[in-house]
């Protein structure tokens, strides 16, 4: 029996894959749509080139469990988080073009490979991994959106 499991999610977003691409990629605008009790951390200099690494923590009273990342794929539109730790496999960000938007597909792919930590996952925290992978997806489109917006109505002045 495969221990490996997909959690996949998708959205689609009324801007340039550019621009969600950004809100993916840059760590400010990532801390906007994450959930509150997730941290993104550099080890190192923030990056999103392959190789790069960052931390993950749950912020989560007197644990505060981490997942250390490293960055497996990496183009305009794409980015692959794979990680170690108490959780094994990687978080897959893959922008395709749709209409005039973006459909933005999430890729969630993990095994756990401590019993007692992969029954406590599944039997109390894989509902609400599910549920926070879409509220996070919606946050993100309201984010991506509202870049996209404010970036379209800026008009160049004009020198006369």
């Keep these: 029996m495969s221990l490996r499991q997909t959690f996949r999610q998708s959205i689609y977003i009324a801007a340039p894959i550019a621009v969600v691409d950004r809100c993916i990629t840059d760590r400010a605008l990532m801390h906007r749509w994450l959930n509150p009790m997730l941290r993104c951390e550099p080890v190192g200099q923030w990056s999103t080139e392959i190789g790069s690494c ?64 992969r029954f406590s996952f599944n039997t109390f925290a894989a509902d609400l991994t599910r549920s926070d992978m879409q509220a996070q997806l919606h946050r993100l489109k309201r984010i991506a959106e509202k870049l996209h917006t404010a970036t379209a109505n800026q008009t160049p002045c004009r020198q006369g």
Aim: with cysteine; aromatic share 14%.
């Design 54 to 117: 960052s931390r993950f923590v749950l912020q989560i009273p007197l644990l505060q469990p981490a997942l250390i990342n490293v960055i497996t794929e990496r183009r305009l539109g794409l980015v692959v988080w794979s990680f170690a730790g108490f959780f094994r496999g990687s978080d897959r960000w893959e922008c395709q073009p749709e209409g005039v938007g973006t459909r933005l597909l999430n890729w969630f792919e993990f095994e756990i490979p401590h019993p007692l930590v």
